[in-house]
């Protein structure tokens, strides 16, 4: 039987433009974005801890329908208004995860969490961690 213990592993996710990408999650949302060299046109993002997600292109991307990343921030409605100033928009959305007018889904049993989408149309989220 094969034995994954703790290893370092991380998570992925394509996009239809790697420059794009790279503009936007390093200019528009602040975070460290590296090129790779464990093949041709891959990026990696750093965040918190060490933890690495790595960005590939795919010339038939198609955007995921779930999110594919999560940022846990103190406060949701400053994310979104910080967000917003920088020129993202976010998702609106009726039924059991009804959004407000910000884009903010609040007390519908879940955290307090607002979505949006990188260039390639992949879901994000801000989420309240407290």
Same mark, same amino acid.
């Given at each position: 039987?094969?034995? $994954?213990?703790?290893?370092?592993? %991380? =998570?992925? %996710? =394509?996009?239809?433009? /790697? =420059? +794009?990408?790279? +503009? %936007?999650?390093?200019?528009?949302? *602040?975070?460290?974005? &590296?090129?790779?060299?464990?093949?041709? *046109?891959? $990026? #990696?993002?750093?965040?918190?801890? *060490? &933890?690495?997600?790595?960005?590939?292109? +795919?010339?038939?991307? #198609?955007? &995921?329908?779930?999110?594919?990343?999560?940022?846990?921030? @103190?406060?949701? #409605?400053?994310?979104? @208004?910080? /967000?917003?100033?920088?020129?993202?928009?976010?998702?609106?959305? !009726? *039924?059991?995860?009804?959004? @407000? #007018?910000? !884009?903010?889904?609040?007390?519908?049993?879940?955290?307090?969490?607002?979505? %949006?989408? @990188?260039?390639?149309?992949?879901?994000?989220?801000?989420?309240? =961690?407290?």
């Amino acid at each position: 039987m094969i034995m $994954l213990k703790p290893t370092k592993a %991380f =998570s992925g %996710f =394509s996009v239809n433009d /790697l =420059s +794009k990408a790279k +503009k %936007f999650y390093q200019d528009t949302l *602040g975070l460290e974005v &590296a090129d790779i060299d464990m093949g041709p *046109g891959l $990026l #990696e993002l750093h965040i918190a801890d *060490g &933890a690495k997600v790595m960005i590939y292109p +795919k010339p038939n991307h #198609e955007p &995921a329908t779930y999110t594919v990343l999560n940022f846990p921030v @103190d406060n949701v #409605e400053k994310a979104v @208004d910080d /967000l917003t100033r920088a020129g993202v928009a976010f998702e609106h959305y !009726g *039924g059991e995860i009804a959004t @407000d #007018e910000k !884009g903010i889904s609040r007390g519908n049993g879940g955290p307090t969490i607002a979505w %949006f989408k @990188d260039p390639a149309g992949n879901i994000l989220s801000v989420l309240e =961690s407290k």
